[in-house]
Nanobody
Framework: QVQLVQSGGGLVQAGGSLRLSCTVSGRTFRSGAVAWFRQPPGGEREFVAGLFRNNGRTYYGDFVRGRFTISTDNTKTTVFLQMNALTSDDTAVYYC???????????????????WGQGTPVTVSS
């Protein structure tokens, strides 16, 4: 059974940085895509960043503007989200998600992902 376990996150001041991790167990990340989403208080879940296993291409939400980076470790079992220049607008619960059959047109749709992490709160104080 596939499990996604997240770590990282917490409280940071505006302008600071955080790194989130998501470790995939049960099946290695060999195909499809892995992504990060976030859900602000009272808001909807939105796409943050995604990475395709087959070609390593990365995609980001429009609001990222070069501040975040999605990457994997050499074993392709852990996915990271490095977040820099954080603002209070980045306050949200962040989730990693994985799907092995995802295509580009579905990358930004939460409903297309089969597996999810438990969520990690990120709070940015201004």
């Amino acid at each position: 059974q596939v499990q996604l376990v997240q770590s990282g996150g917490g409280l940071v001041q505006a302008g600071g940085s955080l790194r989130l991790s998501c470790t995939v167990s049960g099946r290695t990340f060999r195909s499809g895509a892995v992504a990060w989403f976030r859900q602000p208080p009272g808001g909807e879940r939105e796409f943050v960043a995604g990475l395709f296993r087959n070609n390593g291409r990365t995609y980001y939400g429009d609001f990222v503007r070069g501040r975040f980076t999605i990457s994997t470790d050499n074993t392709k079992t852990t996915v990271f989200l490095q977040m820099n220049a954080l603002t209070s607008d980045d306050t949200a619960v962040y989730y990693c998600a994985k799907d092995e059959r995802l295509i580009l047109s579905s990358l930004r749709l939460p409903s297309e992902y089969d597996y999810w992490g438990q969520g990690t709160p990120v709070t940015v104080s201004s």
